[in-house]
């Protein structure tokens, strides 16, 4: 009599296990700029093409030149944006005056970055007395009429680019303190920082190896909001008649040559306030994409 054999032991079943995803060797997307920026750099560079080249390429360009037989005349073929009550080619005045308004952000710029840049390191790497004194410095400054004291300097020294540009730089100065002393003192705690002090590293190099890198987006940033607040400035001043004397053109100037005529001939002031407008928008809206990068993963 013969007897079953029992069936063959079966070893238990493992639950499948996913496949791991394959790791992703290929180049990453890169990230796309939003419609904002592209338009405001779009504008920007069409402002800066221009002026640059509009000079070379008008015949005559001169935004001094009166034509007296067509004074206060509406935009036509010859005067894109009509003439002034001089006569004046209201298109070459505005770029022209894009000159006068670069030229003043730039000095802005400059002396804010540098003296402010300076001080700002000094106060947030020595600290203590030093620190209190620059900050005390700067609350003063910045309680002080900015414009006025402008005005002021301007009655007394004359006006003239360089001296408004360095002016308004200079009370730009006490806002780029703080914004490097704050990256500065939060940049003193961090690891790196900690152990560039430990290993007996000069400070001169730890400055520049590894706190200005961190300091200068910050710095460059706010460079922006500077050079919106130097362009305001300098046209509040030449509106005010404080700025380049007359017939120089600057887009405050411009703006209020043509206020007498806003009821008869308002493209005189409405073509150099939209310019200057559409030029604060745009700087204002590229330092504030800088200032705020876009999450990780985002598309911009």
């Known amino acids: 009599m013969t ?85 004046r080619d209201v298109l070459q005045r505005t770029v022209a005056g894009a000159r006068a308004s670069a030229a003043v952000a730039a000095l802005t710029a400059t002396v804010g970055l540098l003296g402010g840049g300076a001080l700002g390191l000094a106060a947030g790497w020595f600290r203590g007395p030093v620190d209190r004194l620059i900050g005390f410095t700067t609350d003063v400054l910045m309680s002080v009429p900015s414009l006025v004291l402008v005005m002021i300097a301007v009655s007394l020294r004359g006006p003239s680019l360089p001296v408004i540009g360095v002016l308004i730089g200079l009370l730009t100065v006490p806002h780029f303190t703080r914004v490097v002393r704050a990256v500065v003192l939060s940049l ?16 001169a190099r730890i400055l520049r190896r590894e706190i200005l890198p961190h300091v200068a987006p910050a710095a460059v940033g706010f460079a922006f909001t500077a050079t919106t607040v130097a362009i305001v400035a300098e046209g509040s001043l030449s509106f005010l008649g404080f700025g380049l004397r007359p ?54």
């Open 188 to 203: 003193n705690e961090r690891g790196f920082v900690q152990a560039a002090r430990m290993l007996g590293t000069a400070p």
């Open 3 to 87: 007897t079953a054999e029992p069936p063959a032991a079966t070893a238990p079943t493992q639950p499948a296990q996913p496949a791991a995803p394959a790791a992703d060797t290929g180049p990453r997307p890169r990230r796309r700029p939003a419609t904002g920026t592209l338009v405001a750099a779009g504008w920007l560079t069409l402002l800066a093409l221009t002026v640059l080249l509009l000079p070379l390429l008008l015949p005559g360009f001169d935004p001094l030149h009166g034509d007296f037989a067509h004074p206060s005349a509406p935009p036509a073929p010859g005067h894109w944006l009509g003439t002034d009550a001089s006569g």
């Open 247 to 300: 017939p120089a053109p600057s887009w405050g100037g411009i703006i209020a040559e043509g206020r007498t005529n806003l009821g008869s001939a308002p493209w005189i002031s409405l073509a150099p306030a939209a310019v200057l407008c559409l030029t604060v928008l745009a700087v204002n809206y590229l330092g504030e994409q800088l200032r705020s990068p876009a999450p990780k993963g985002a598309a911009r």
